[in-house]
């Protein structure tokens, strides 16, 4: 019983999050002059439910995590919730199926954290299976590539649908390569470290030692191709890369990732038409604002419109740019929260990352500190490219806002991400008598 009044924190700043959610959904119905509606109720209580499930399941499984991650992985999506609800209402009025959805959506999620707390009572015993994790992972990501597709779909091959039902495993392979990786990296840490040349000061590895990061270039390079998308791939070697950088603390491998980058980006932009249109829209999306650029064209002029203080929730029309409650949700928060808005939001995201971090700094084993700096960059990656994409500083790729963005497959992923970061900060931080007894668990399983 100690163990549920143990995370008061936690408890707290999930309460906050609940709040505010109330309270932007009432000023949401206010301006657009709507009495309260049951789906608002349904909204809050939902999000109270799903979370209050979360919270009592990490009290039993983890009760030494850190208490900051969920209360702010909740805030984001409370956010990202109003911002959908929100949508719902200019694009179908009286109608909220989208933001219903993604409650299911959540309340999925959370059922896939707790699952991941209950299964892993030991970050370290993921080491035991990282391999078929590894392989697994490779198979999620190619599998869209063979899928059949529905003959009306003919954007990015990155999906497979199962009736109505449509799922993006790459989501879900991220993860399980991480893990992977993670492994691998702390295995052979010394021999990414064997100096080769010496150029301009740093030095270079071997030919041979770039064998594993130049597998993952390729195969990033050959999904790009095939699928028509760059964002995933791009997402999984940055990621990569970093994990290569935090094992080995030399410049020269971040170095030899940019050029790989350069490369490949050379390359895919050469035979990929859907490629070249973002680049174009990249350079001057107002040029084509009639056809390929409409998209970031109306992004921008909602976020000019939005200024420094926002139109105002309900007062915007965030509704202008095609797909918005996707790929382009932190436009819709810039248009009506302006940029305060967007920029607590990019705080809120720097504090999760910034936990993620300290456990990894925290954790003792090598391979927990390059898993949680994994999976902590995987989030500061995606969130540096969507923001970058919005405003017209990057390419867009794609990619959707970890907990915002409306969806299933990523935001169940992003729940077992905080999963396993709280698995890996509740090792970091148990006390002494309980990580004895932890090892002698794991040791009898490994004897088994």
């Keep these: 019983m100690s163990r549920i009044f143990s995370r ?19 000023g949401l119905e206010m301006s657009q002059g709507r009495a309260l509606s049951t789906e608002m109720l349904y909204l809050v209580g939902g999000f109270i439910g799903v979370y209050a499930i979360a919270h009592l399941a990490i009290c039993l499984t983890a009760p030494h995590s850190d208490q900051v991650l969920l209360p702010v992985a909740a805030t984001l999506n409370a956010i990202g919730l109003v911002v959908i609800y929100r949508l719902d209402l200019a694009e179908r009025p009286g109608y909220g199926a989208l933001a219903e959805r993604q409650v299911l959506w959540s309340l999925a999620g959370v059922i896939l954290l707790v699952l991941t707390l209950v299964f892993v009572r030991d970050h ?25 597709q529905p ?19 790459g989501e879900f392979s991220k993860i399980l390569l991480l893990i992977f990786f993670a492994q691998l990296l702390a295995q052979k840490r010394s ?12 030095s270079f590895p071997r030919l041979r030692d770039l064998a594993p990061i130049l597998v993952v270039w390729a195969i990033a390079i050959c999904i790009m191709g095939i699928s028509n998308d760059f964002g995933p791939a791009l997402l999984l070697f940055a990621t990569v890369l970093g994990m290569v950088y935090f094992a080995t603390s030399r410049t020269s491998w971040l170095v030899i990732g940019l050029g790989l980058v350069a ?6 932009y050469q035979v990929s038409g859907k490629i070249q249109e973002r680049v174009n829209n990249f350079i001057d999306p107002l040029a084509h604002y009639d056809s390929t650029g409409y998209q970031p064209s109306q992004a921008l002029f909602g976020l000019s419109w939005g ?11 965030p509704d202008m740019v095609p797909v918005a409650h996707s790929d382009y949700i932190l436009a819709a928060v810039g248009e009506e929260l302006g940029f305060a808005g967007l920029a607590a939001v990019l705080m809120l995201f720097a504090v999760f990352t ?10 003792r084993d ?17 969130i540096f490219v969507v923001a970058g994409g919005i405003s017209a500083l990057l390419p867009m790729t794609g990619l959707t806002t970890p907990f915002m963005s409306a969806g299933g497959s990523a935001i169940m992923a992003n729940y077992i991400l905080v999963g396993l970061l709280l698995r890996i900060s509740n090792g970091a931080n148990r006390p002494a008598g309980e990580d004895a007894a932890a090892g002698a668990y794991e040791l009898a399983e490994v004897s088994r």
């Excluded at 408890?11 to 709040?19: D, N, Y």
């Excluded at 021999?191 to 740093?202: K, N, P, Q």
């Excluded at 203080?309 to 915007?316: A, K």
């Design 366 to 382: 090598s391979y927990g500190k390059l898993l949680a700096a994994g999976l902590a960059t995987t989030i500061v990656i995606q």
């Design 307 to 317: 200024g420094v203080t926002g139109t105002g929730l309900g007062y915007g029309h």
């Design 191 to 202: 021999l990414f470290t064997v100096a080769g040349r010496r150029v301009l000061g740093m």
């Design 263 to 268: 490369l490949g980006g050379w390359a895919v």
């Design 124 to 148: 370290k015993s993921l080491t035991r299976y990282s391999y078929l994790l590894g392989l697994t992972g490779l198979v999620l990501l190619a599998l869209p590539l063979v899928w059949p």
């Design 8 to 26: 008061t924190r936690e408890l707290g700043l999930l309460i906050c999050a609940a709040l505010l959610l109330l309270l932007m959904l009432f």
């Design 151 to 169: 003959p009306d779909f003919a954007d990015a091959r990155i999906w497979i649908w199962l009736g109505p039902f449509s799922i993006q495993p």
């Design 354 to 363: 910034t936990r993620g971090f300290h456990a990894a700094l925290q954790v």
